[in-house]
């Protein structure tokens, strides 16, 4: 196989990487949904925890962009 | 207009000079990067200059915003964070937030974009590593070798622990990766949205006919995702605030 059409459909394989960031940020945002909605008045004190489970769940799909984005600038 | 949603990121000298063989030209990056922490820190001296008990309103958003960060850093680093490091944070949040909102104006006249300074991932990364640095140098100084326990979290049962020893060293020195990224990849990933949407406008209009007509498609995406990228702006601040602090807490209290 040509390298450079290797270097495009590994970066596009990477980029299913995100799938499971996408699952699981998902998977935060609805879980506090349902929680805030049974118990609305402390929902208000959760919210950096929200952020900070969003914030590393979220690091998990940066790092298969990472890689994508170095297959294609930088390998 | 430009064709090309990246050629906002380029950088262009706009007084060059060199220092000692090293170019050090005065770039738009570096304008933007003045212009929001000028911008910052003459909002909030004249906010702050009457300094008056009953409040105005330059001064209930100065003391708000203050209020704030100094509830996030008490969340995420105690009483002893708050003491040492709330300049700091706060800092960091009002430096990436004004970068982020600056970013966010379209350019008008001769100015074709207002720079973004947090699209460049050198940016991010020098805003990350001296976190990064941070944490080590003060986690040395206040606990000296026990800052190591970081790395072995107190009740997990001694077979396990090598592995989550590994598990720990691997994620502690991926930290400023993540922590430089996220704000790069988010900010650098909604200006191309923005831009390659709005460029399906002037695209669509010269197409004619019946395609003018459609044109208002992509500006309504366009309006869309500009609210989007203001609410993006502030939470990639908030996220690069609160992980700070939360790695903060690390330093000042290692054994979890």
């Known amino acids: 196989m040509d390298a450079e059409a290797a270097k495009y459909i590994g970066a596009g394989l990477a980029c299913l990487g995100m799938l499971g960031a996408a699952i699981g940020v998902g998977n935060i945002f609805g879980s506090f949904l349902s929680a805030a909605i049974r118990n609305p008045s402390a929902a208000q004190g959760q919210f950096g925890n929200l952020i900070f489970g969003f914030a590393v769940t979220e690091a998990l799909g940066i790092f298969s962009l990472l890689i994508a984005i170095l297959l294609l600038f930088v390998v | 207009m430009a064709d090309n949603p990246i050629q906002q990121f380029e950088i262009h000298p706009i007084a060059e000079f060199s220092l000692a063989g090293w170019d050090a030209s005065f770039t738009n990056a570096s304008l933007a990067m003045v212009a929001g922490a000028g911008l910052a820190a003459w909002f909030f001296s004249w906010a702050m200059k009457p ?36 300049p700091f944070v706060f ?64 009740g997990v049962p001694l077979y396990i622990l090598w592995f989550v020893i590994i598990i720990e060293v691997i994620s502690f020195f991926s930290r400023p990766l993540s922590h430089a ?19 399906f406008v002037p695209a669509l209009v010269a197409a004619g006919g ?12 366009t309006v869309a995702l500009y609210g989007l990228e203001f609410l993006v702006a502030f939470l990639q601040a908030y996220v690069f605030a609160i992980l700070t602090c939360i790695y903060l807490n690390d330093a000042l209290h290692p054994g979890h």
């Open chain 2, 51 to 86: 300094a008056a008990l009953i409040p105005g309103r330059a001064q209930v958003v100065a003391e708000g915003a203050h209020d704030f960060i100094k509830g996030m850093v008490r969340d995420g680093a105690g009483e002893e964070g708050v003491r040492k490091f709330l």
């Open chain 2, 210 to 221: 019946a395609f003018t007509v459609l044109s208002i498609l992509p500006l309504g995406m």
């Open chain 2, 91 to 154: 800092t960091l949040f009002l430096f990436i937030f004004m970068s982020n909102m600056l970013g966010m104006f379209p350019g008008f006249g001769p100015v074709h974009h207002i720079f973004t300074p947090t699209s460049q991932i050198v940016v991010t990364s020098a805003l990350a590593l001296l976190v990064f640095f941070t944490v080590i140098i003060v986690g040395f100084a206040k606990n000296g070798l026990k800052f190591f326990k970081i790395f072995a979290p107190s």
């Open chain 2, 181 to 199: 990224v996220r704000l790069w990849a988010n900010v650098l990933a909604g200006h191309i949205l923005l831009k390659v949407f709005a460029g």
